[in-house]
Structures are given as structure tokens and as C-alpha cells.
């Protein structure tokens, strides 16, 4: 394994170990802090906003691809092009998107039945959401350069400052201010807060890069926009899939019953966080062997990267099927025990070949510039999303929309592993014999131990959970070591580890 590509990937998965921590301190506190009712009037505000996401047509990961492309192929002329357009696009989203805010503004009060208390703070809560994504989009710019020129240390560190900020603020005006008010100030302040701190820092880092406008380059925007034309429809699907159950849940449901179903949902969002350190670093490495043609090494890297997702995805999803719901109680109370338990086991279950697909078959296929598949297949898994969980939410309630999510995630990841295999000319047979059968085999040992302390032990509390996580972690490294990855062609642990303990030669 590239020791630099190994380096960015645990960088990210530190700093996805701060967000998730972060996530779990704040997401109980802003939900006893606020209550039910108005926490889930909250989410209910992001969800309807976060479509405004989708008018960036693509452009952030457009922004790593075209970027990438031109900094390996050292054409300074085609990269500030690049950057010049990409500033445009930029700059025209963000007043597309407040215009488009507004007129959303009044289709949330018609639609939505908001408590009587809480319908002025809402209403003025999502103005402020919707001033703050406007102004946002152009901050994407410096976040896709640094990911581009591999420079992970920085753009983690970057991220780490705004993520101490977000943590501190939102304990203090919530603590003080505990309101849907305080929220939205919240996040226009930490989103101000990113934006100047990621220009400053880029025309610090990179005095060679020049962004101006009068770059633009209508025919650089036509590649661009033929490239972002299917990761738009990628991130539609993915709106639909992780956004759209909230909104479905506000429409058949009491809003208060969105917190037991977006905690669950959140565990698996940051375990797709958790992944997406891999995506980012495989995407550029997959676009620079792609452009010199080493098919060999891109193949390498996808089996490499996707038995090493799978692994990861079988030791944190073993431990949520069988105690996700005892850790849900001990987390956010017992009342989120049953109804969010069941929910984030549902979810679970896809997530197992989910997160590959997303982490690695994903990132390649946008890496080598095949972005027209994995653009219909979210779109086309996001209307299957919302059609289930319509479907499913008036008889099964919160475990529907579950399942409306958890089936089309199974289908799409088979859609996109299929895919990226046949892109680069791997057969499935291969894929699935080197990336699935040890990892499955291996996990058993866990799952038993797992389920021993469920039924016998009555695992309750942090301790309790603590430990059956700590005995977990401890056979599965046993058998990673010994059988998962022994003799493995890309990662040999049994002899990297007795390179580190055998004597070295004088």
C-alpha cells in the first residue's frame, strides 16, 4: 500500500473520528436541550434546504476531477481555466440558490404543520439556512484544490478548526438560547467562519494558483458541465435518499417522531463520513492511473481499497445489528431503544455492501471519468427511495421508510461494484473472491461473541458496551491477522508484523 495514500486515509479517518465524537456530544445535547418537537422541526428545516444542494449541478467533485486532472498533467493554462470557471459557476449557483430559497420559504409554511409555538423561529430559521448554503457554495472551490494537489494534512486541519468552533458555539448558545434560533445563527457563523478561513489559508498555500474571473471559459464549462451533468443526478439521489425520509416522516408522521429515525440514520451517515476519507483519497490516485494508463495499479487499488471498506463495514456493523439499539438507550435515552433500535438495524443491513460501493466502486468510476453510471443508478435508486418509503411509512411506520431506504442502498451498491469492475476490466469472480469470502468468514468469531453478551450478559451502559466493543475489536484483529488478511497479495498483516518485531540486520 502507497505509504502517502495510507497517510491521507487515516489523516481523514482522524478527522472523521473528531466529527463522529463531535456528532455524538451534540446530537443528544441540541435533542434534551430543544425537545422533540422542536429538534425535529430542525431537521425538518435541512431537510427541505438541503436541496438546494443539488443546484451545485455537481461542481464539487467536478472540481477534484478537473483539477486532479490538470495538476497531473502539469497544464497550468488548462487549470487556471479550470479555476476561473469554476469560480463563475460558483458564484451564479449560490444567487440561483437563494432566489430558489425563497420561493421554498412559502412551500414549507403551506405544506408542513409546524407547533404553533415554534412557526416564527422556524420561519425565520430557514431564511437564515437558506442565506447561509447560498454564500457556501463557493467555499467548496478551495476544499476541492486542496483534495486535488493530495494535500489532506491541510484541508484536515482546516476542517479540525471549524469543527472545534462548530462544537464549542453550539454548546454555549444552545445552553443559553436553547431555540431553533440559535441553530440557524449557528451555522451562518461557523459557515462565515469556513469561508474566510479556506481562502485565507489557499492563497497562502498555493501563491502559484490564480483564480479570477476573467478566466471563465465557456468551453471548460461545457466539459464541466458534461462531466457535473451525472453527478448531479448522483447527488439527487443521494438527497433523496438520506433527506427525503425526513420530509416523508414531517408529512405522515408527527415531527416529533423525526429524531427516532434521523439518530439511527445518523450512525450509518457517519459511517458513510467514515468511508468518504477513503473515496476522497481514492478518487484523485484513481484519476492519476487512469491518465498514465496503469491499468494494473488501478485495479490493485480497487481491490485493495474495497476488501479493506468491506472489512471495516462488517466490524462496525456487527457491533450495530446486535447492541446498536442498547447503545442508542445508553446514547439518547431508553425511549430511542425500540423504535430508532429497529430502524438503524434495517439500515444496517444494506449498509454491509453499501459502504464499499460508495467508498471505492464510486470514486473510481468518477475517477476515470465514467460518471454518466453512477449518476442514473443514485438518481434511479433516490426515486426508489421515496417511492417505498411512501409506500411503506402508513402501514410500517418508521421501520417502512427504513426498508424504503435499506432496499434500494442493496441495489445500487450491486449496481455500482458491477460497474466499476467492468470498467476496468476485472472479473466479478475475482472481486468477489479476493474482497468477500475471508472478510465474512472472519467476522463470525465476533458475531457470536456479540451475541453471547446480548443474551447472557444483558449488555447495558457505557462499561458494558465499552467492553463488548473492546472484546470485539480484539478477536477480530486476531482474525484479520491469522486468516482475513494472511498470505494477502495487497496487505499481508502477519508479515508486516513480523518485519516490525524480527530483529533487523546489521
Not at 430559521?125 to 478551495?142: A, D, E, N, R, T
Not at 464549462?221 to 462531466?227: E, V
Request: hydrophobic share 55%.
Amino acid at each position: 500500500m502507497p505509504r502517502g495514500m495510507a497517510f491521507s486515509v487515516w489523516a481523514n479517518w482522524l478527522l472523521t473520528v473528531g466529527s463522529v465524537l463531535t456528532a455524538y456530544v451534540l446530537l443528544p445535547f441540541n435533542i434534551h436541550r430543544l425537545g422533540d418537537q422542536a429538534y425535529g422541526t430542525w431537521i425538518l428545516i435541512t431537510s427541505v434546504t438541503g436541496y438546494l444542494g443539488l443546484l451545485s449541478l455537481g461542481a464539487p467533485m467536478a472540481t477534484l476531477r478537473f483539477v486532479a486532472r490538470y495538476v497531473a498533467e502539469d497544464d497550468p493554462e488548462s487549470l487556471n481555466k479550470t479555476l476561473g470557471t469554476f469560480a463563475g459557476l460558483y458564484l451564479a449557483i449560490g444567487a440561483g440558490a437563494m432566489l430558489i430559497g425563497v420561493v421554498l420559504f412559502f412551500v414549507f409554511g403551506a405544506v408542513y404543520r409546524i407547533p404553533p409555538e415554534l412557526d416564527l423561529q422556524a420561519r425565520i430559521s430557514f431564511l437564515i439556512v437558506v442565506f447561509y448554503v447560498g454564500v457556501g457554495f463557493i467555499q467548496q472551490l478551495p476544499y476541492g484544490i486542496m483534495a486535488a494537489y493530495k494535500d489532506f494534512g491541510l484541508r484536515n486541519a482546516v476542517t479540525g478548526a471549524v469543527l472545534v468552533l462548530r462544537l464549542c458555539l453550539n454548546l454555549v448558545l444552545v445552553w443559553k438560547w436553547p431555540d431553533l434560533l440559535a441553530l440557524a445563527v449557528l451555522n451562518l457563523t461557523v459557515s462565515l467562519f469556513e469561508m474566510a478561513l479556506c481562502w485565507v489559508v489557499l492563497y497562502r498555500r498555493y501563491p502559484q494558483i490564480r483564480i479570477h474571473l476573467r478566466h471563465f471559459d465557456v468551453s471548460m464549462l461545457r466539459q464541466i458541465l458534461s462531466f457535473s451533468l451525472f453527478v448531479m443526478l448522483l447527488a439527487m439521489g443521494m438527497q433523496l435518499s438520506y433527506q427525503t425520509d425526513s420530509l416523508v416522516i414531517g408529512g405522515f408522521m408527527d415531527v416529533g417522531a423525526i429524531p427516532y429515525y434521523t439518530t439511527a440514520n445518523s450512525v450509518t451517515v457517519y459511517l458513510v463520513q467514515f468511508v468518504a476519507a477513503i473515496a476522497i483519497v481514492v478518487m484523485p490516485h484513481a484519476t492519476t492511473f487512469h491518465s498514465s494508463g496503469d491499468l494494473p495499479a488501478l485495479r490493485r487499488l480497487f481491490l485493495r481499497w474495497s476488501k479493506i471498506t468491506f472489512s471495516l463495514s462488517l466490524f462496525a456493523g456487527s457491533f450495530l445489528l446486535i447492541l446498536g439499539p442498547r447503545f442508542l438507550a445508553w446514547w439518547l435515552g431508553p425511549a430511542f431503544e425500540m423504535d430508532a433500535g429497529n430502524v438503524l438495524r434495517i439500515l444496517m443491513l444494506s449498509f454491509l455492501v453499501f459502504l464499499p460501493a460508495i467508498g471505492v466502486a464510486q470514486p473510481v468510476l468518477m475517477g476515470i471519468g465514467k460518471s454518466a453510471a453512477p449518476g442514473i443508478a443514485f438518481a434511479v435508486a433516490g426515486v426508489l427511495n421515496l417511492g417505498l418509503s411512501l409506500l411503506l411509512v402508513r402501514p410500517f411506520g418508521l421501520a417502512g421508510v427504513a426498508w424504503g431506504t435499506a432496499i434500494p442502498n442493496v441495489l445500487l451498491a450491486a449496481a455500482m461494484i458491477f460497474l466499476a469492475a467492468r470498467s476496468i476490466a476485472l472479473p466479478m469472480s475475482k472481486y468477489f473472491h479476493y474482497v468477500f469470502w475471508r472478510p465474512v468468514l472472519g467476522v463470525i468469531p465476533g458475531v457470536l461473541f456479540l451475541w453471547w453478551t446480548l443474551e447472557a450478559l444483558d449488555v447495558h451502559g457505557f462499561v458494558d458496551l465499552f467492553l463488548s466493543g473492546l472484546g470485539l475489536t480484539g478477536i477480530l484483529a486476531v482474525t484479520w491477522v491469522v486468516f482475513v488478511y494472511r498470505n494477502d497479495t495487497e496487505i499481508d498483516l502477519m508479515a508486516w508484523i513480523r518485519s516490525k518485531v524480527s530483529p533487523k540486520p546489521v
